[in-house]
């Protein structure tokens, strides 16, 4: 095992799949397991499928439409923050000099 690595076994919508991961990591990938999961069985309850692929497909489309919103918004966040940094590292400079 490499140095630091776990091997761990989640289920997503009823596979198995076995994982190395980071041992920090680990509550990471058992939220996401979950997150995963409770997502698939409610569009599995709202939409008709042929198979878990076409699931799978939507679940994953939704959360890379929010993944892509929220750098958006962290994106705008930093636009709006470092002129603010900037702002407030010179007023900090002035202090210190008078």
Known sequence: MEEGLITIRITIAQRA????????????????????????????KQWAFKDHQDILSKLLVEEVV???ECNE???????DLIPKMTELNELAD???ID
């Open 17 to 44: 799949i076995e994982l190395k991961i980071k041992k920090e990591w680990e509550r990471y990938y058992r939220e996401a397991e979950k997150i995963i999961n409770d997502s698939f069985f409610n569009f599995a």
């Open 66 to 68: 929010k993944n892509i």
């Open 73 to 79: 918004r962290l994106q705008e966040y930093d636009e």
């Open 94 to 96: 002035r202090i210190h």
